[in-house]
Every structure is written in C-alpha cells, then in structure tokens.
C-alpha cells in the first residue's frame, strides 16, 4: 500500500496505537504517517507499510505510539535542587526558597535558572513529556532553552503585590515584553501567559489591573494558583468579594482563558461556575501528597470536576520539592490519592490517559493542535518500548501506561513532526554538556550563597541571613490584610 502522501516524512507501522480520539481508537498493529509537522493517517497497518518511500520508516513491532504527555501546571527554575531541599521543614521550605526568588527577581543566578530550564527539558524531553505550562520568575530564559529544544512550552511569570517587593507597574512592563517578544515564537510551540500568582497574595487592584491587561492580548492564557489554601476565600473577602472566584467574574477573569491550578478547596457551587464559565483546572497529586500542611483538607474534587466537563490537566508543579520528573507517575498518583479518600475506583485507566494527553490539551485551549493521534493535528507522539517482561502480557495498554510505565520505557519523541529524541538519543540536546553546565552552576551558586548540597543532604545558611533576603512589605501587607478580615468575622459571630 502506499500513503496519501506521495513521500511523507515519517512513517510508524505495525505498532499498538493508542490513538486518544473521542473514540478511544486502538490499533493493535497500526501505522501512522507525518508529513511536514501534521499527523496524515493514523489506522490498521496493511501490507506494504514498511516499504512505504519516507525519509524515517520506524518498525513498530513490540511497541506503543501514544501522544506526547502535557504537563499542564509546573515551576522549573529550580530544577538543579531536586533532591536536595525535599526534606526541609515546611516553614523552612517556604523561607530559604522565598529568599531565593526574591534574589531571582532581583535578576540574580542567571546561571541557576539557564541550567535548570536545561535540564528540566532534557529530562521531560527523556521522560515523553512534550508540552508543558509553567509560571517562573524568569520566563525569556525557558522560552528560549525549551525553543531551542524543540519543545512546546507556555510560559509566563508570576504577578503579584502580597508576596514580591517588586513594584506592580514593572512587574506589568516585565509581562507585556515577554508577550510580545515570545508568543507565538519558535514556529508557534512557545507561547505567553499571564500569571498572576493566587488568589491569596493579590490585592483586588491586582487583580483589575491584569484583567485590564489580558484584555489586550485575547488569545493569551491567564494562568493561577486558585483555591489552593482555606485561606484563599478570606483573603477574596478581605478584596471585597463573596469568595474567590466572585472576585474573578468581578473583574473579568472567569472565562475560558483561566488555567486554574490546584482548586483543591472548591465547593459545588465553585465546580458549577468554572463549568459554567468553561475554565480548565490543573490538577497536582504528587505535590500536595508529598507537601499536606493540613491532613484535613480536602481533595481537589477531580471526579465532579470532570463530570461537569471541566477539562482536568495533570501538573508535576514543582518536581524539585517531591523529587521526581515522572510524569507518568502523576496518573497513578491521582489514582492512589482519590482512592484513599472516595474509595476504589474513582478513575478509569483510559480516563488517566486522557488527563496526560487531551484533556491536558484541552485544559490549554489547545486540543484542536495536539493532544490525540488524528489526522490534522501536530505530530506530537512518542513511542514506548513494550519490549521488557514487565509489560508481558499486553493486557490492557491503557493500566500499562498510568500504572507502570517509566519516563526509562520513552524511546522515541516527535514534536510538530521534528524528531526530538530517537531511540534515546535526544537529538536538541548533549546530555553531558547540560550536566557539566548544571553542575558548575551549583558550584557557583554554594559560592554565591553559602548553602551547601551534599550527597547526603543539604547545609543551609542561618535563617537569619536568609531572612534578610526574605520579601517584606508585600507580606507583611498579606498578613495584615488577613488577620484584619479574620477579626471582622470572628467580631460577626
């Protein structure tokens, strides 16, 4: 047989497919076929598929084409302290980690931030992840490491005026620069976002000045924390709203465009407005298992969400503070987390599939460009050895990917049709080169800081020479605002 295309650029034939269509179509031995950045055919493989006339022609035998996977929430500036602060005390967390990018807003470690974008593309690029969403102090860096990797990438940096010292009009200017410097960049696969941080460190002003603001740039996503903490609804009352997302449709911001992360304290009636008002949710297991300062909280409610056709994404957030890049790992734990509080069965394998891949798509407004194999949309697939005893037998696919597979099984990585990994060679990086320069940072930012990473933990500065460092005004401000509220309340009862 010969493909609709005369001489396509890529053809994968007689692999499992596992296509992600409204569908769920499924290929037990299935071709697909790319010709200048765009998914061709996806269907049964017939004979003559190997002899197809293309300058790539992979034999699939013994392995599983899906898409690639869409981390839709994450921070990776720091990526060069994974194992290194993940047992701090949460206090201690919070400060030493607040001095760090109070100096990062500053415009310091410059070297830091380059390394870790590095080296967090490389190994996401490694692990099948091939589009991410992250808010970080310094975007312009990711943009252009990412870029330059062949990834596809949201960036934008956070806003706010209750936790940085930075005055708001220069933090205004930053986001304007990096919107019309990088949306839309790199072919399109890097774009902006606006981001202002949560909803428990931003003033009403705040907030009415970035929704003013993303009125200017309409296909630019707003990006936030949203009901992450019991604290958010207090402080949206203290902003002279009924609750947090009041203060958004306020304003203007509850709309489509909102990629919320967390919204682990929503109501009912939280789940019925963001229905309503078709906004996407980022959900973050491993986080919030790893870091829980309140055991009593509750869980992101993911299976109302969804039953509400709310796009629900998987984020890894801030991988550097529960050590892992596994962002197939983030399926399972969303499995463990809602079975440990509903009880068993709350996800289906094929439902945590989707959340890595479509509904993650989705959750970006960008499910009509990637996000599942079908005809059209933009070659980005990787493909997965199946060729170890422990995925023998091939039961269900759908378990082997949420419950087993390892970012080590990825073996291969297309993104707009552009091989970006082959076989585990990554073709837009040299490994050794990111490691050298990574570690060379470390050693430069011990000299800069006094902190210290060993290979049996970490020695910090004092906490007071941290504290010095420690953004001020702004949380003072956030702190004063919400014991104030919380006094009127209590004086209510």
Same mark, same amino acid.
């Given at each position: ?128 992840? !091939? ?33 940085? &010292? ?18 839309? !960049? ?79 304290m929503a109501s009912d009636e939280d789940v019925r407005r963001m229905s309503k008002a078709d906004a996407s949710i980022a959900h973050c297991p491993s986080v919030f298992c790893y870091?829980?300062? &309140? ?48 009880? !068993? ?123 010095? &460092? ?24």
């Amino acid at each position: 047989m010969t493909s609709s295309v005369t001489h396509p650029d890529t053809v994968i034939h007689d692999a499992i497919v596992l296509t992600v269509n409204d569908e769920q179509d499924l290929f037990e031995k299935g071709t697909v076929v790319i010709d200048d950045g765009q998914l061709i055919e996806i269907r049964p493989s017939v004979a003559g598929d190997a002899d197809i006339d293309a300058d790539l022609v992979i034999d699939g035998t013994g392995k599983l084409v899906m898409p690639g996977l869409v981390n839709v929430h994450t921070h990776l500036e720091l990526t060069p302290f994974i194992g290194g602060v993940s047992e701090l005390g949460f206090a201690e967390l919070w400060i030493y980690l607040s001095a760090v990018y109070s100096r990062i807003g500053d415009g310091d470690f410059e070297y830091l931030i380059e390394a870790g974008y590095e080296l967090a593309a490389l190994n996401f690029l490694n692990g099948g992840v !091939t589009m991410i969403n992250s808010m970080d102090m310094r975007p312009t860096l990711g943009a252009e490491v990412f870029g330059e990797a062949g990834l596809r990438a949201f960036f934008g940096a956070p806003i706010s005026d209750l936790f940085w &010292d930075i005055p708001l009009d220069e933090q205004l200017t930053r986001a304007q620069k990096f919107i019309h410097d990088y949306h839309r !960049t790199y072919d399109g696969r890097i774009r902006a976002t606006i981001c202002p941080h949560d909803d428990w460190t931003c003033t009403r002003e705040l907030w009415e000045r970035t929704a003013d603001f993303a009125a200017e740039y309409p296909d630019v996503l707003v990006h936030t924390h949203l009901l992450e903490l019991e604290e958010s609804n207090m402080m949206a009352r203290a902003n002279g709203a009924a609750d947090s997302l009041d203060l958004l449709d306020d304003v203007g911001l509850l709309d489509d465009r909102l990629i919320a992360a967390h919204f682990r304290m929503a109501s009912d009636e939280d789940v019925r407005r963001m229905s309503k008002a078709d906004a996407s949710i980022a959900h973050c297991p491993s986080v919030f298992c790893y870091w829980n300062p &309140d055991p009593d909280a509750q869980w992101t409610p993911v299976l109302e969400l969804r039953a509400a056709s709310i796009d629900v994404g998987l984020g890894i957030d801030d991988h550097n503070w529960h050590d892992s890049y596994n962002f197939f790992g983030e399926a399972r734990q969303a499995r463990l987390a809602a079975n440990l509080e509903w009880g !068993t069965g709350q996800f289906t394998s094929k439902e945590l599939v989707r959340m890595l891949t479509i509904e993650g798509a989705r959750a970006l407004n960008v499910g009509d460009e990637i996000g599942s194999l079908e005809a059209g949309k933009r070659a980005d697939l990787i493909v997965l050895d199946l060729g170890t005893p422990k995925f023998v037998p091939v039961n269900n696919v759908f378990a082997h990917v949420v419950n087993q597979t390892n970012p080590t099984d990825v073996e291969t990585a297309f993104v707009d049709g552009n091989t970006v990994m082959r076989g585990g060679d990554v073709k837009t990086f040299h490994p050794p080169a990111v490691v050298d320069r990574v570690e060379d940072a470390m050693e430069q930012f011990e000299a800069d800081t006094g902190w210290t990473f060993n290979i049996d933990g970490i020695e910090t500065p004092s906490t007071l020479s941290v504290l010095r &460092d420690v953004p001020k005004r702004g949380p003072m401000k956030m702190f004063a605002q919400l014991l104030l509220q919380s006094t009127k309340e209590k004086l209510r009862i």
